[in-house]
């Protein structure tokens, strides 16, 4: 066959395949269709996707905003309702630590309408998992929303310790990576948790872990801290000097300690009885003998003491009393009148901590003024039948005084 036969060939066989390739595809807007069957085919599992969308990822927009979290956590009357609250926004990508915290905050508020119940359920447990979760998330974490947490923790203790063991290395990280953000409240608040916690319940160690970080911030914030801050301090300061076991990691705590005495000074005025009570048995604690401060209270004691109702003076007085006498602060007399005039109305009706407190520090502190003020503490002693050690430990506070033994007296 000749050459240009075999050209006319191929030709003519390309000519052909042209009316196939155009009898099975047609050209729509440069997008080549199906046609015949399996166009049909197609659009019937196009329809069928339309009508069934695949699920999509919901968005961030879509879930509850953190705000409103937190102002239904602020509402809810009941621990059940704040705990259903946030269990209900658990896979809630919008959860911040501010909402964490105000649910924390209003169980603390909360605490006498919490039983063990609420504690050992399963909406509490995922709680405490929902808020270590969130802890450990650097972009929410807030320091004031994290002293508010451990405060929260300390004041619910009582009933809720065994539930809080997983959160105490998440919180002193926490702490450690938001105490120089913290303000003057964030900071007393705090270092009150730490000493609470790590004072009553073994398994919070790991707090400790975070009073250096606060130490450290505290000089930086003592000329904002209010009364109570002061006294919250102190308080603290004394608790964990009490305890050897604390002293290496309260150490940074214990230099600062004479700087917020002297500076709560200037705030005693105002102070509540209370607040002197628990400043006077943090430095008795601590061993801190600051004369000028004792002073100070002295006056105020002797000047007021007298005007207070008898609920206040028991509360108050056996413990200021017994600070002067570990301090071994003599020379207040006219505090010694006031308080005797004041306690010997009531020393049928003290708590026996009280009494016996009260009977020692006068033993330690009168010098010879106030005899027949203790024979009549020494009479109710003896009708309590209490002993001479009961007197003796009394230096140690009503909570390791209430001890005896393991058997708990009645205070």
Not at 375 to 403: K, N
Request: proline share 4%.
């Amino acid at each position: 066959m000749t050459r240009p036969v075999h050209v006319c060939l191929v030709v003519l066989l390309a000519w052909q395949f042209r009316f196939v390739f155009q009898r099975s595809f047609v050209t729509f807007q440069g997008v080549r269709q199906p046609q015949g069957s399996v166009a049909r085919t197609t659009r019937r599992v196009r329809e069928r996707r339309q009508a069934s969308p695949r699920p999509r990822p919901k968005q961030a927009d879509s879930y509850t905003p953190a705000k409103v979290i937190t102002s239904r956590v602020k509402t809810a009357a009941s621990a059940p309702a704040i705990l259903a609250v946030m269990q209900s926004e658990r896979e809630n990508p919008n959860m911040d630590l501010i909402a964490v915290a105000a649910a924390w905050c209003q169980l603390a508020r909360l605490k006498q309408g919490i039983d063990a119940e609420v504690t050992k359920s399963q909406s509490f447990a995922m709680f405490v998992i929902q808020t270590r979760s969130t802890l450990q998330r650097p972009e929410t974490l807030e320091a004031q929303a994290v002293s508010n947490i451990l405060w929260s923790a300390a004041r619910l203790r009582s009933s809720t310790s065994s539930q809080l063991k997983a959160l105490w290395i998440s919180l002193a990280r926490a702490v450690k990576a938001t105490a120089r953000q913290m303000i003057a409240q964030g900071v007393a608040n705090s270092i009150w948790a730490v000493a609470t916690l790590a004072t009553t319940n073994t398994d919070s160690e790991a707090l400790l872990t975070g009073l250096p970080a606060l130490a450290k911030r505290l000089p930086a914030v003592i000329s904002e801290m209010t009364r109570q801050a002061f006294s919250n301090v102190i308080w603290a300061t004394g608790q964990l000097s009490a305890d050897h076991s604390h002293a290496a990691l309260s150490q940074d705590l214990r230099k600062v300690l004479p700087v917020v005495v002297t500076q709560a000074r200037v705030e005693l005025p105002s102070a509540t009885p209370q607040a002197l009570a628990n400043s006077c048995w943090g430095l008795a604690l601590s061993d801190t003998h600051d004369a000028a401060f004792l002073q100070a209270v002295a006056e105020r004691v002797a000047s007021e003491a007298a005007g207070w109702q008898s609920k206040l003076a028991e509360l108050t007085l056996p413990s200021v009393l017994c600070s002067f006498a570990r301090l071994k602060a003599v020379g207040h007399d006219d505090m010694l009148d006031v308080a005797a005039n004041n306690l010997s109305l009531m020393i049928g009706e003290m708590n026996d901590w009280g009494l016996c407190a009260t009977l020692w520090s006068y033993q330690q502190l009168d010098r010879g003024e106030f005899l027949t003020f203790q024979r009549r503490l020494e009479a109710e002693v003896v009708r309590r039948q209490l002993l001479t050690e009961d007197v003796e430990r009394s230096r140690m506070g009503p909570e390791v005084w209430q001890m005896d033994g393991g058997q708990s007296k009645r205070t």
